[in-house]
């Protein structure tokens, strides 16, 4: 893995975006791209599925750091998820990728979903797993903010029992990152709690193809939102994975890996 930092300008100033790339010895420049875009856990959900897919499939995995997690710095002007989409969009530009495999999880597949939505013909296709964004009625996002880690937990996976998190294990740096990841993910969220009533609205745009994968024992977002989201996306496919919860790239990698490759590499 290689870690660089590249300056994006916006319209409302400059922005500095910390990016990850994993690529084999195989295959290096050779490999398709793909955007790995993290949850509200912060880069380390995707970085041993980023590696894993680079290792298994002729991949190159450019996974950023969203401005405020992991101790990187987030102007106050960056305050919602369109505006970081723009920010990706860009990064694309500054990398000079094209045919873009776009994965996103949880908060990042809602920034994916946003990415798409503004149409660069960099893209090539995107993958929204257990995405977060919209409003379904009757089908409400859990209030993580309320929950400690390990009712988090067990919400978020299909046996916790696997991922059990002991707090006094943590030294003081990691509570420190842990906190401003939090931090910056309720500042990422907005006024309606990880969603936007107008987002809706611009994924009918969605142009690319795109896959919306649901971890069947999500509690966090059911199974019946993925299918809402599929729905409000024109021609997306659904694909429903068993025995995985809101995070399946750290819960059955290999699954979400077969996934995402095979309909990256059917649309390319």
Excluded: C
Excluded at 55 to 79: C, I, K, M, S
Excluded at 102 to 126: F, P, Q, T, Y
Aim: aromatic fraction near 6%.
């Amino acid at each position: 893995m290689t870690r660089s930092t590249h300056t994006l300008t916006l319209d409302q100033g400059a922005l500095d975006v910390t990016v990850d790339l994993h690529t084999s010895d195989l295959h290096g420049r050779q490999g398709r791209p793909v955007l790995l875009l993290h949850g509200g856990g912060g880069p380390q959900t995707v970085t041993p599925f980023a590696s894993l897919l680079a290792e298994q499939r002729p991949a190159r995995v450019f996974t950023p750091v969203h401005p405020g997690f992991d101790g990187t710095a987030r102007p106050e002007w960056l305050t919602d998820v369109p505006t970081l989409a723009k920010a990706y969009a860009q990064l694309l530009e500054a990398l000079g990728l094209r045919d873009v495999a776009v994965v996103g999880n949880s908060i990042g597949g809602w920034i994916a979903a946003e990415l798409a939505a503004l149409g660069s013909d960099r893209i090539g296709s995107v993958t929204l797993v257990n995405a977060v964004g919209i409003l379904v009625p009757g089908h409400p996002i859990a209030d993580t903010f309320s929950l400690t880690p390990v009712e988090l937990s067990r919400l978020s996976f299909h046996d916790p029992s696997k991922f059990r998190f002991d707090p006094t294990a943590l030294s003081e740096a990691q509570r420190a990152v842990m906190a401003a990841n939090r931090a910056a993910l309720q500042v990422y969220s907005g006024p309606h709690a990880m969603a936007d009533p107008t987002l809706a609205d611009r994924l009918a745009k969605i142009t690319h193809p795109t896959l919306v994968a649901w971890g069947a024992s999500d509690q966090v977002v059911d199974a019946d939102y993925g299918r809402a989201y599929a729905h409000a996306v024109p021609g997306a496919q659904f694909r429903l994975l068993e025995g995985t919860g809101h995070m399946p790239q750290a819960e059955t990698p290999e699954q979400l890996l077969t996934e995402v490759w095979e309909f990256a590499d059917a649309e390319r």
